[in-house]
């Protein structure tokens, strides 16, 4: 070999391994095979489960763990514990679990479990099947692991189970033993106390049989639509004149699903079905018991198909080509190209929790950040884009006010958390909702406060551009929010997430100083923003002034309305006050404001605005 090829080799190498440095992120695989026999009378099903298992980190593991959910549902389970101990209990859950009778309670019951044929050994925890691994598997590998069980569908209590309150036969999540997340973090074998969820992206090809009366509806596609008398991609009308369902008491389903992480789905034989198609030909689908507490449902369809074309022109395109609204569950839970909500609503509160779980799609389903740790990327990043789509599907709609208003209770409260803390690790429910809901939405609607709204959508949609169909964790996203904004945030997501330090600004003293205004501002909370301040003329226009934070490294730009703009010197945020001097003078002033759009979740705006408000005192000379 000539020396200027072995040169050329080293180079390829250098830069190979260069790019491998460069590219760390790594995601494992599933596809799932199920074929699932339901007894409807015994409410329990067979299944038979096979699962390639790819391993793209670059660990050896020895072992695996699969979550088996249905076995919260018992008496004396984690759940069951939790529910009836914590301070304020879920009034959904409460002590119903531990009242369930032998036949209502659920479970999961492995027969038997193999890795490329060779039987394992296995330990049932709870609701974790602990799995010691026949041979260990090495990065790159696929491995597939052979199961059949037996299950027991539960009375329905908490999202899953059956007979739900409105009549719904059988809502089907968290239903099958599901591998557990093995990430960047490790594995997140966490028992189900009732919170959130991770999952391992990956294909499911499902196949269920029940007794022909039955309509279902799904996450995926439906395969085999003729046979059953059913439409494309889901349920479309009911074929009693079918031959299949003519000779056979059992009709097989076949569904599959590219590229989610996780399966849903839903059976009932009083279902009725109504569809629309967006322009772009992705099919909704809404499967509801109509009956004279279900009329809403009519007027439903119109606004789901103005919701999904909001979200995709404003947040990032939904890829798949259909979606499923579903009379189920116990209030309203997302999955995977289908929703469960109860039914029985008036227009507004059916409308707002099918926006809601709808644009779960986005965050969670698309975005599939690990929910349990960082719920408030989930649930609040959902809170903000469904307030942003309900504030155009609504007249006289307020986005936002009651995310602020609870965040602002809980903080009186004292029982706020940091975001940080573990969905199931919160001491009341209280906190964990306004932490995950509030807070969350918060921190989006504030952060267009602190770089300007039009760049926080820019960034919304590059975020999902991104990362959708990954694993996002709260750095990715803020990364993308400092490229787009060419600031740095680190301290403000630190500040928010990490900590429970409140923001308080208040404007100390107006002065007047010959043909200016010295106005003396003070940081009253421990966590630092950067302010706008808006002086009001008597004249009646406006200034504006920015005052960033040293520490944000930048700037933002005039957002729409603030015509008369200035970025003064910035405030390093260990000084407790800043003098602001402006060339008005105080004769001329009508009024001062601290953060006039009241995005910033300031706890107390009583010293906010300058004349004199709740006993605080200005001196004007």
Known sequence: MSKRSIFLSLVSCFLSLASIAQSTYWQQRVEYTMDITMDVEDHQFKGDQKLKYTNNSPDTLDRVYFHLYFNAFQKGSMMDARSRSIQDPDRRVSDRIMNLKEDEIGYQKIN?????????????????????????????QTTLFDMQYDAQIPLQIRRSGRDNREGIDY????????????????????????????????????TIHIDNRYMI???????????????YAGPVSKNEDSK????????????????????????????????????????????????????????????????????????????????????????GMEYPMITLISGERSLRSLVGVTVHEANHSWYQHLLGTNEAQYAWMDEGFTTYA???????????????????????????????EPLTTHADHFHTNRAYGVAAYSMGDIFLHQ???????????????????????????PNDFIRVMEKVSGMELGWYLEQWIETTNTIDYGIQ??????KQTNIRLERIGRMPMPLDIEVVLKNGKSKYYNIPLRIMRGEKKAEEGMKDYTVVEDWPWTYPQYELKIDVELDDIESIE????????????????????????????
């Open 509 to 514: 003293m107006v002065q007047a100083d010959e």
């Open 171 to 206: 809502s089907m999540t968290q239903w099958y033993p599901k591998m557990v997340e093995y990430d960047m973090e490790g594995w997140h074998p966490n028992p189900y106390i009732g919170r959130e969820f991770h999952g391992v992206w990956g294909d499911f090809d499902v």
């Open 244 to 331: 299949q369902v003519q000779e056979s008491k059992i009709n097989s389903w076949h569904f599959v699903a590219p590229m989610v992480h996780d399966f849903a789905w839903v059976a009932d034989p009083d279902y009725t079905h109504t569809t629309i198609e967006l322009d772009n030909g992705t099919v909704l689908h809404f499967l509801f018991q109509k009956d004279s507490n279900t009329t809403n449902w009519d007027k439903l369809p119109e606004y789901a198909k103005k919701t999904f074309e909001i979200m995709n022109k404003d947040f990032g395109l939904y890829p798949y080509k259909q979606y499923t609204v579903a009379q189920g569950g116990d209030g």
């Open 594 to 621: 601290i953060d006039p759009s009241e995005r910033m979740a300031d706890v107390d705006r009583s010293n906010n605005s300058y004349p004199v408000k709740a006993g605080i005192i200005f001196q004007s000379k």
């Open 112 to 140: 038997s479990l193999k890795q490329d044929g060779a039987e394992l050994q296995y330990e049932v925890s709870g609701t974790i099947l602990e799995v010691k691994l026949d041979k260990p598997i090495l990065p790159g």
């Open 447 to 473: 952060l267009s406060y602190v770089i300007g709204t039009e760049t926080l959508m820019q960034g919304m949609r590059r975020y999902f551009n991104e990362w959708n169909q990954k694993h996002p964790t």
């Open 217 to 231: 509806g799904a996450t995926g596609y439906l395969q085999n639509a003729a046979e059953i008398g059913m439409g």
């Open 386 to 416: 469904s307030e942003y789509v309900m504030n155009q599907l609504f007249d006289k709609y307020t986005p936002h006010k009651g995310s602020y208003s609870s965040y602002f209770r809980l903080v009186e409260s004292g029982l706020q």
